[in-house]
């Protein structure tokens, strides 16, 4: 919980004000007890016959005790009006500063936790659902602004009730503070021991409920897939299966606080009954007046009352712990290494693979090994092979995203390692098998790269990538919406979106990573033309990966992967006479017999 305090401490000044009206809302509220004590004690003791009633001229008398008694009530009346709408004033008040710091600590830890995701190393979203973060994150929250909350509203308020009725009481006699004292322990012990056991139940549910969000997510974010394949009972069993696992936790969460709100519930009412009992003992000793009585029986309301709610608060508290835990975690891991005084890398003008090899796990062996090639500015070079050669993890090594096991990636003969992986991205254009629009128009996906675009740069690009077509189509021009992933473009068009948007941001280093692998011959040749064009330009350094050996045919140079081995380079023709691999590869697709 420290890491709450943390946030919290951050408005520390509103906390304070806050605490305060708090304070004054709690005592002002006693008061209205006490006034009503104060006013019994005054005319407890018996009155002078009235015949008349109320509206005999003698009840008018002057000094008479009945027309004392009205004049004392509308005094005391005037201060329990008054005691009432400062506590109301205060309460409100209270209110709105606790919202303020409540809303602006979550969305705090909210932002930080987003912050801190996207700063991960990606190998930590290898192994993740994405729907997991988010999950936390809005748990944490939720969980944070009810812990807060309560914690004002009904600890504190309660610690000052307490307080006060303490003084008070020992005011009236030495003894009755120390009795209301001792009633506090009794009841908080019996709430800790069955806090505990909700402590574990919530973490549980925690886990299976952020477990739930991923699968859901996953779930909505492949629904093309899961409506075509008719899989949604499929999918809705699987769901529901969690689901009622969460529901199980959460029923066996209920029972035990029910299980703590009644032997609480009971406990608060022996030990209330007891006091009371005392009381009226001090009434009967004649040591305590009935007035005090009443105030005292009132007091037992305000304090007991909120320590009925502590198994809630316990609750909570155990929640927002969980979640806490879960959010520490996230916001303590190791972010992706930037260094601390990263070399001035300028414009992109080679790359360089010294003796490179990687593997998640160096036991079961490299994805790459041993790989030492050199790109200069201008050169377009492709990378192909079977699957599983290592063609993709030369590409995320590249992009930094994965960092060599053994050996160098350097750009402009500086490790990656010295460079700022920003500045360095910030000068790449990535074309991926999987195009990864974003719900919007067409020209809100391309200002994803670059935000400040103008509609004429924006339509250029559009141009360059062979859009005509789809804007000829669009009835809104680059302004019409193409839904989320681009689920009403076909695979061309959205592969042409992606090639526009890489090239918008007029890219150092451009990358394509099977661009084409998913589309059919015709659309095929047509973006493989498109690509061609783009890398001709010589002013800079172009990345091809294909498994369609066509699409790479006009590279400078071809490396050829075989089991994480670069084991052929050179260009289409001189390949081709090798008659290796790639020569294989290359009969095999365009279907040559002997």
Not at 70 to 81: D, K, P, R, T, W
Not at 295 to 321: C, D, R, W
Not at 444 to 464: R, Y
Not at 546 to 563: F, G, N, P, W
Request: hydrophobic fraction near 40%; glycine fraction near 8%; charge should be positive.
């Amino acid at each position: 919980m420290k890491i709450l305090y943390s946030y919290v401490k951050a408005y520390k000044s509103l906390l304070l004000l806050a605490l305060v009206l708090a304070a004054i809302n709690q005592c002002f509220s006693l008061c209205d007890s006490i006034i009503t004590g104060k006013l019994i004690n005054k005319f407890s003791a018996p009155h002078a016959e009235n015949n008349g009633g109320w509206l005999s001229p003698y009840y008018w008398h002057i000094g008479n005790t009945q027309y004392q008694f009205m004049q004392n009530v509308m005094v005391f009346i005037g201060l329990s009006i008054g005691a009432a709408l400062m506590s109301r004033i205060a309460k409100n008040f209270q209110d709105y500063y606790t919202n303020i710091i409540i809303q602006r600590t979550g969305a705090q830890m909210y932002t930080d936790g987003i912050k801190k995701a996207l700063s991960l190393p990606y190998k930590d979203f290898e192994d993740q659902r994405s729907g997991e973060t988010l999950g936390k994150l809005q748990k944490v929250k939720s969980d944070t602004e009810k812990f807060v909350t309560l914690f004002i509203t009904l600890v504190f308020q309660s610690a000052i009730g307490i307080i006060f009725v303490f003084v008070y009481a020992i005011n009236i006699h030495w003894l009755i503070g120390p009795l209301y004292l001792c009633t506090v322990p009794i009841i908080a012990s019996v709430s800790s021991f069955l806090g505990k056991k909700i402590k574990k139940i919530s973490k549980e549910i925690l886990g299976e409920t952020t477990a739930l969000a991923g699968a859901t997510t996953e779930s909505l974010r492949n629904i093309e897939l899961i409506k075509s394949l008719g899989l949604i009972e499929q999918e809705e069993k699987r769901l529901n299966s969690t689901t009622l696992k969460i529901l199980g936790l959460e029923l066996k969460k209920v029972r035990f606080i029910r299980s703590l709100s009644f032997i609480q519930g009971t406990t608060v009412h022996l030990v209330r009954s007891a006091l009371i009992f005392a009381l009226y003992c001090f009434v009967f000793g004649g040591i305590i007046k009935v007035g005090d009585l009443i105030t005292l029986m009132f007091f037992s309301f305000f304090i007991f009352n909120p320590l009925q709610e502590l198994g809630n608060m316990i609750a909570v508290y155990n929640e927002t712990k969980v979640s806490m835990d879960n959010f520490k975690k996230l916001i303590t891991s190791a972010s992706e290494e930037v260094p601390v005084s990263p070399s001035v890398l300028g414009d992109i003008k080679d790359v360089y693979y010294e003796n490179v090899s990687f593997g998640h796990n160096e036991k079961t062996g490299y994805a790459v090994q041993n790989i030492n090639l050199h790109i200069n500015s201008g050169e377009t070079v492709a990378f192909v092979g079977p699957s599983g050669s290592g063609k993709t993890t030369l590409v995320k090594l590249l992009l930094g995203l994965y960092k060599p096991n053994i050996g160098k990636v350097l750009y402009n003969n500086i490790e990656s390692t010295d460079i700022n992986l920003t500045e360095l991205r910030r000068q790449l254009g990535l074309v991926s098998q999987d195009s990864q629009l974003f719900s919007g128009t067409i020209k809100d996906n391309l200002l994803f790269t670059k935000p400040d675009a103008t509609d004429e740069e924006v339509i250029e690009v559009l141009t360059k990538a062979a859009c005509n077509a789809l804007l000829n189509r669009a009835g809104d021009g680059i302004y019409t919406t193409i839904g989320e992933g681009g689920i009403k473009l076909s695979g061309g068009e959205k592969q042409r979106l992606s090639i526009a948007r890489a090239l918008l941001r007029q890219p150092h280093l451009l990358i394509f990573d099977e661009a084409t692998s998913a589309l059919d011959s015709l659309t095929e040749e047509e973006i493989t033309k498109t690509i061609r064009d783009i890398s001709s330009k010589q002013n800079q350094i172009t990345v091809l990966i294909a498994h369609r050996l066509s699409t790479i045919m006009h590279a400078d140079k071809i490396y050829v992967l075989e089991q994480g081995k670069i084991i052929e380079q050179g260009k289409h023709e001189d390949l081709l006479a090798e008659k290796g691999l790639y020569y294989a590869m290359w009969r095999q697709q365009i279907g040559e017999r002997k």
